[in-house]
Each structure stands twice: as structure tokens, then as C-alpha cells.
């Protein structure tokens, strides 16, 4: 009878004291650090990019907006030059806005002045982060900053890049492994003097040989309430 009860009991206490070994099974393994092979994915995926880029021109729409209205919206067209420079030739922009006088007319200026620098910021940042530098990836490597988590073992992974161009920003790379192609790009940095907190989140498409490209960028300023998307499209061959 007492064998009976401190069974009962002892059942009981495991219940109490540890719920979740019940439900949960074998805890998810953490974050490890990134191998040489792990980030020549990366760098590769990027280089394979910009060698097939040389032999395409494309469209490139930068869309800003403030409060979600639309301010501008530029349109390129982008190809290599014979020199291998990517040149941006502007097809389409924004007509300027109407001058208003008197004081008023000086605060608006001002305003429209402070908000075209940080706008024009956001659009610099994206260039600074998107294409990744391949020498600032293998920075990260070699100082023990590149992680990897294993999102679906054998399958997928997130590899992340800490502190990549400034203190406290990261890249995060989600990873097909089984084709070692990357399929999406998430970006934390900050922008301006008062290092506002933004985010960047990249699509990538890609060409028939799998070989991807970045499609659109949407990089998020929360405390502006600014949003620059950058869109490329109609990928065509270059006429020989």
C-alpha cells in the first residue's frame, strides 16, 4: 500500500515540477556557429549574380513614401558598362514641386529639405548593405559572427552576419542547403544621426540556371515613417 502511494506521489511531482518534458520532447538545438562552406554559399550566390548581371539590362523602380502616401518614384535602366561599371541611366522622375512664399513657404522648404536628406539616407543604406560586400562576410566569419540555425535540418537554414557594417546590425540569410540557394534576405541597421532602427527585407528572384538575382528591396523606417522599395524587373540580354 505505501509502494502504491509513493508511486502515485512521486507521478504526481514530475507532473508539477516538469509539465513541459511531457509535450515538448527533445529541445530544438541552438544557433552554431557558421562553417567556411556555409558562407562561400553566400558570397558564391552573389558572385554567380553579378557575373550573369553583365550580360542583361533591367528596369529599377525606387518607390519612397512618408505616412504611406507616395513622394517619389524614380525609374532607371540599369546595365554594365564596357568598362564593367553598373551604370543607371534615369528614364523616368518625379516632376518638382511648387514653391510656396513667404514664412511659410521657408518652414515647408526646410521640412522638405530634412526629409529629402533622410530619404535620400534610406536609399543609401540600401546600396551599402544590398549587394553584400564578400570581404565584410568573411570579416564577420573570422571574427566569430556568423551563426547558423537549422530551420529544417538537412533542408534549410537561417545564417546570420552580426555587426556587419556597424555595431548592433545584422544580416539574416534564409538558405535552401539542398541547392545551396539563398531565398530571402532580412536586414537590422539603424539610419541618421539619430539612429533610428530600420529594416530591410529582400526578395531574390532567379534566371532559368537558378542563378538568383535581388528582385525587391523594402527597407523600413519606422520612426520617419519612411518606406523606399527598390524593384527590379524586365531582365533582358544585351544586344551584342
Request: hydrophobic share 40%; proline share 5%; glycine share 6%.
Amino acid at each position: 500500500m505505501n509502494s502504491a502511494r509513493t508511486f502515485i506521489w512521486a507521478l504526481i511531482a514530475m507532473a508539477l515540477v516538469a509539465p513541459s518534458a511531457w509535450s515538448q520532447g527533445t529541445p530544438k538545438a541552438g544557433p552554431k556557429p557558421a562553417t567556411q562552406k556555409h558562407i562561400d554559399t553566400i558570397k558564391k550566390s552573389f558572385a554567380s549574380s553579378k557575373a550573369l548581371l553583365r550580360q542583361y539590362e533591367w528596369i529599377e523602380t525606387t518607390v519612397t513614401s512618408l505616412k504611406g502616401e507616395e513622394k517619389s518614384r524614380v525609374v532607371k535602366r540599369c546595365y554594365y558598362g564596357a568598362e564593367g561599371g553598373l551604370q543607371k541611366v534615369v528614364t523616368s522622375a518625379p516632376p518638382k514641386a511648387k514653391k510656396t512664399r513667404g514664412i511659410r513657404g521657408k518652414i515647408k522648404k526646410k521640412k522638405m529639405k530634412e526629409m529629402a536628406e533622410y530619404m535620400k539616407s534610406a536609399a543609401a543604406l540600401v546600396k551599402s548593405y544590398i549587394p553584400p560586400d564578400p570581404a565584410k562576410i568573411q570579416a564577420c566569419k573570422a571574427g566569430g559572427r556568423a551563426l547558423i540555425h537549422m530551420t529544417d535540418p538537412g533542408k534549410r537554414a537561417k545564417i546570420q552576419l552580426n555587426q556587419y557594417l556597424v555595431p548592433g546590425d545584422s544580416l539574416s540569410f534564409d538558405v535552401d542547403l539542398a541547392k545551396s540557394r539563398l531565398l530571402e534576405l532580412n536586414i537590422k541597421s539603424v539610419l541618421g544621426e539619430s539612429k533610428d532602427p530600420v529594416t530591410l527585407d529582400v526578395r531574390f528572384g532567379a534566371f532559368p540556371d537558378g542563378t538568383i538575382y535581388t528582385s525587391r528591396t523594402t527597407l523600413v523606417a519606422k520612426a520617419k515613417e519612411v518606406t523606399v522599395v527598390i524593384e527590379n524587373s524586365g531582365y533582358k540580354k544585351l544586344a551584342k
